[in-house]
């Protein structure tokens, strides 16, 4: 799309005139695959639970010339990522009759790089294939920055960078954040000089005046921006496009970027008013006025309508986990504010829950998708359950309650991880399981059963996991337990005999308390860890040095062009004996570890930690750095997001911590 679209107009009609205006053009040149491209992916949609519909029709299609190439090929298209093997027999069969038919190529290519079908000797074959057949042709795919193949990688690039020379058109832009990512791909992160190199001679061509002012181009100007850490780039090329559109959504973003911070809830809500129907604008909005206590119950309402308003006009505008209306419920519950409003949005989460699952689980590009989607649906039915079950507490609807209730317990049993699951997975459920303890108890005091409200209390507190940085409401539960104690006519010694012999180690554990490796060492005695260069570490020994601790798994982008950094940060402190620099690899699979470091080339020391990290360390978030001292454990912030100076601020926040 050249234009940015209007916010103004509902996503549905935007949506029905593109379906159109491609119709129509089809009429004209019915064996167009760009049109035929453009008309499924409009009908699809962002969320793709109409992609039935796209294989019924080019199924009818194909059925009328059961022996054309273009049709072959445009029914395995839609097809492909529901019914691929279907699709892959349909291409071969395209490919037999017109050999030179290029877009078969492609696609074989893309479904050869997939994980479910991954068969890198293939995907080559398909691609050099594509690119001979096409070489003025810059169409590539994503999925590739991952092969294996690090020479069709190179080659690939060395195609889209010659075949670009000279191009300026829509298609160009797109091709250049791609061409970005696959170079990026070939070096180490701390070797992207080259790169880096390339990347300002093509903003120059960017920016200049042949090339046209559309949104792919908007979208390679930002990704510039932000590898090259020029926001200036980005903010300019947002006032030029606004400038051509000024009632787009493009317009809407700089509006937003410009708006009076000194005065943020005013100017938050004036921009939603300006722009009502946009989703992500009301989200914000309404996210930083639920959530600040300055925040009066009015500007509250009115983010509110002005939330509802946009998930009616374009639902599909943010694809959060979980979805916008159940995050909202969510901050509803928790601010106690407009609580009869808690249902319907826990509704509209359901719906959207229902259509993103209805797509993911018949995904068949990825191992385990079924189940995987069940389970992300049943959780975000968990998180809707939580804020209705709180709203009906509040409002005394406790036969609403009872039911809820039990729904809620049904979802928390269906998502309970295996023995064998990983830590990440058994953290996040113990989370949720501490949230609906508070709920039981709750729901109790309420009722006027203060002794089952108070066992409730303290089971959620024995439950919650350790801290992350984002805020929960495990400190809500303690106060509420230790008031109805003292209801109760308990005593203050008799709370602190209760908590002297509790098990409060994960309560407590991430608020910045005591060293993570003395809590290891006494929760698994013996433990002896191995690094990737074959160093021995016990935790008691550890617990007596200053740690500098990078999280990380094989499949995370971030975290492997941190690697290499930390790699230098651990040989600048390689002979300093009282620090340790370590990675925590939290990959379910150990050897994808070993494979990734090998991949990578870099030889820092790794722990296989999938059985433990979440059990000394708070977050799950990753890449995550921690400092640990003998007397505190603090996650690491860099100021500056640019790695190379992520390694001097974390050089010198060792310093400091060994300091005397």
């Not at 797109?174 to 190199?197: C, V």
Request: net charge negative; glycine share 4%.
């Amino acid at each position: 799309m050249a234009a940015p679209p209007d916010p103004r107009e509902p996503a549905a009609a935007r949506a029905a005139r593109t379906v159109e205006v491609l119709r129509k053009a089809q009429v004209r040149t019915p064996r167009d695959t760009f049109l035929h491209e453009a008309y499924q992916d409009a009908v699809i949609g962002r969320i793709g639970d109409e992609r039935d519909k796209v294989i019924d029709e080019y199924g009818t299609l194909l059925a009328k010339t059961t022996d054309d190439p273009v049709f072959l090929y445009l029914a395995a298209r839609a097809e492909f990522g529901w019914k691929t093997p279907l699709a892959i027999a349909q291409l071969k069969k395209a490919i037999r009759l017109a050999p030179e038919f290029a877009p078969a190529h492609l696609l074989l290519a893309r479904i050869d790089s997939s994980e479910a079908f991954d068969d890198p000797k293939e995907a080559a074959l398909h691609l050099d294939l594509f690119f001979e057949l096409c070489p003025a042709s810059v169409r590539v795919f994503p999925e590739l920055r991952w092969s294996k193949d690090r020479e069709l990688i190179a080659r690939t690039v060395a195609h889209v960078r010659k075949a670009l020379d000279g191009r300026t058109d829509p298609e160009a832009a797109e091709a250049y954040p791609l061409l970005w990512g696959l170079e990026e791909t070939l070096e180490r992160s701390d070797h992207q000089e080259g790169n880096l190199e390339r990347l300002r001679k093509d903003v120059e061509l960017l920016r200049g005046p042949a090339f046209g002012r559309t949104t792919k181009w908007l979208s390679a100007i930002q990704e510039a921006a932000d590898r090259l850490e020029h926001p200036e780039w980005a903010k300019e090329a947002r006032k030029e496009l606004a400038a051509l559109y000024p009632g787009s959504t493009v317009a809407r973003d700089l509006a937003w970027t410009e708006r009076n911070k000194n005065n943020a809830i005013e100017a938050d809500l004036a921009l939603s008013r300006e722009w009502p129907g946009s989703l992500g604008l009301a989200d914000a909005t309404f996210s930083a006025l639920v959530t600040d206590p300055s925040s009066t119950s009015q500007q509250i309402g009115e983010a509110l309508d002005l939330l509802k308003l946009a998930l009616k006009s374009e639902p599909e505008a943010m694809l959060t986990l979980p979805p916008v209306p159940i995050e909202a419920a969510a901050d509803l519950a928790q601010r106690g504010a407009r609580l009869e409003d808690i249902q319907d949005l826990v509704r509209l989460g359901f719906a959207l829950t229902e259509r993103i699952y209805a797509a993911n689980s018949k995904s068949d590009l990825y191992a385990n998708a079924a189940r995987s989607a069940q389970q992300t649906r049943d959780s975000w039915y968990l998180w809707g359950y939580f804020p209705l079950l709180e709203a009906h507490i509040r409002l005394g609807q406790f036969a609403n309650a009872k039911d809820t209730l039990a729904q809620a317990e049904d979802a928390l049993n269906r998502t309970r991880p295996i023995e064998k699951a990983s830590s990440e997975d058994k953290f996040r459920h113990a989370e949720l399981d501490a949230q609906l303890w508070y709920l039981k108890g709750l729901y109790a005091d309420r009722q006027g059963r203060k002794l089952d409200a108070l066992v409730a209390y303290r089971n959620s507190i024995a439950t919650y996991p350790p801290r992350r940085p984002r805020p929960d409401r495990r400190d809500e539960v303690m106060q509420a337990a230790q008031q109805l104690w003292k209801e109760m006519g308990g005593t203050a010694q008799g709370w602190s005999d209760w908590a002297a012999h509790s098990s409060l180690t994960n309560f407590y554990a991430g608020s910045g308390g005591p060293n993570a490796w003395a809590q290891l060492a006494k929760a698994k005695p013996g433990l002896l860890l191995t690094d990737s260069l074959g160093n021995q570490w016990r935790p008691e020994d550890l617990a007596k040095k200053i740690s500098f601790l990078t999280l990380w798994a094989s499949w995370c982008r971030p975290c492997r062009a941190e690697l290499p950094y930390l790699e230098k940060l651990a040989l600048r402190f390689k002979d300093r004996r009282d620090i340790a620099v370590l990675a925590l690899n939290v990959d379910d699979d150990p050897g994808a570890m070993e494979t990734a470091l090998k991949e990578l080339k870099v030889t820092v020391p790794s722990i296989a930690a999938r059985d433990f990290a979440y059990e000394m360390l708070p977050s799950m978030a990753i890449p995550a750095a921690w400092l640990l001292t003998p007397v505190k454990t603090v996650m690491f912030y860099a100021e500056n997001d640019a790695l190379d100076k992520w390694l001097g601020e974390a050089a010198q926040a060792l310093e400091k911590a060994t300091a005397k």
